[in-house]
T-cell receptor
Framework: KAGVTQTPRYLIKTRGQQVTLSCSPI?????VSWYQQTPGQGLQFLFE???????NKGNFPGRFSGRQFSNSRSEMNVSTLELGDSALYLC???????????FGEGSRLTVL | AQSVTQLDSHVSVSEGTPVLLRCNYS??????LFWYVQHPNKGLQLLLK??????LVKGINGFEAEFKKSETSFHLTKPSAHMSDAAEYFC?????????????FGKGTHLIIQP
C-alpha cells in the first residue's frame, strides 16, 4: 500500500509569489491534515479536510488555504509569500476519527 | 485545553545504553498520547500510542512508554540505543475526540547517539 505522497519535495520561491503544494493520502483515507514545521515554532496545525470539506483550521492568516478533491487528494496554497513562510510543510492522512496519522515526507519551501 | 512539554530539547547517550525521553502533558479530557519519530528530511512515523488500555505501551524498534496519570507523564524508553535511533522525537497529546484539530505536539527532543 502506497504511503502519503507529497509533491514537490523541495521548492524555492521569492517573496510575493504564491505556491501550491499537493498531497495524495493513503488509499481509503478520507481525512487529510496539513502542518507547518519550523525550527522556532515546531509543528503547527494548518487545517484538516474530510470528504472535500474543511473540518478544522489552525491559527494561520488567510494567505494559507487548501482544498480537497473527490479522490481525497488535497492541495494547499500560500499566496503573497513571506520570508517567514519558509518551512517544511507536512501532510498527514488517517482513516477514521481516532485513527493513526500517517505522514508524508513533506515539501520543503524556501522563500528568498 | 491541553498541552505537552518535552523536558529535554537534546538527549545524548552512548550506543548500547538506555534511552529516556521525558514528556509531561495536561489535558481536560481522557487523553490519547503518542510518540512519533522523525528522521532527517523525513515525515513523522508513529512509534507507539496510548488510548486508555494498558498503561505500559510497547512500540516499534524496541521502544516503550508508560502512562502515569498521577504524574501526568508519558516517558519514552528503550533498553539499548542503536545508532539508527538518532532522530527527533515528538510527544503528542490528543483530547477524547482524537481528531487532527485536537492534537498538540511537543517541541521535540533531538536524540544523539554517541558511538
Amino acid at each position: 500500500k502506497a504511503g502519503v505522497t507529497q509533491t514537490p519535495r523541495y521548492l524555492i520561491k521569492t517573496r510575493g509569489q504564491q505556491v501550491t503544494l499537493s498531497c495524495s493520502p493513503i488509499s481509503g483515507h478520507r481525512s487529510v491534515s496539513w502542518y507547518q514545521q519550523t525550527p522556532g515554532q515546531g509543528l503547527q496545525f494548518l487545517f484538516e479536510y474530510f470528504s472535500e470539506t474543511q473540518r478544522n483550521k489552525g491559527n494561520f492568516p488567510g494567505r494559507f488555504s487548501g482544498r480537497q478533491f473527490s479522490n481525497s487528494r488535497s492541495e494547499m496554497n500560500v499566496s503573497t509569500l513571506e520570508l517567514g513562510d519558509s518551512a517544511l510543510y507536512l501532510c498527514a492522512s488517517k482513516q477514521g476519527e481516532a485513527g493513526e496519522l500517517f505522514f508524508g515526507e513533506g515539501s520543503r519551501l524556501t522563500v528568498l | 485545553a491541553q498541552s505537552v512539554t518535552q523536558l529535554d530539547s537534546h538527549v545524548s547517550v552512548s550506543e548500547g545504553t538506555p534511552v529516556l525521553l521525558r514528556c509531561n502533558y495536561s489535558s481536560s479530557y481522557s487523553p490519547s498520547l503518542f510518540w512519533y519519530v522523525q528522521h532527517p528530511n523525513k515525515g513523522l512515523q508513529l512509534l507507539l500510542k496510548y488510548t486508555s488500555a494498558a498503561t505500559l505501551v510497547k512500540g516499534i524498534n524496541g521502544f516503550e512508554a508508560e502512562f502515569k496519570k498521577s504524574e501526568t507523564s508519558f516517558h519514552l524508553t528503550k533498553p539499548s540505543a542503536h545508532m539508527s535511533d538518532a532522530a527527533e522525537y515528538f510527544c503528542v497529546v490528543s483530547d477524547l475526540r482524537g481528531g487532527a484539530d485536537g492534537l498538540t505536539f511537543g517541541k521535540g527532543t533531538h536524540l544523539i547517539i554517541q558511538p
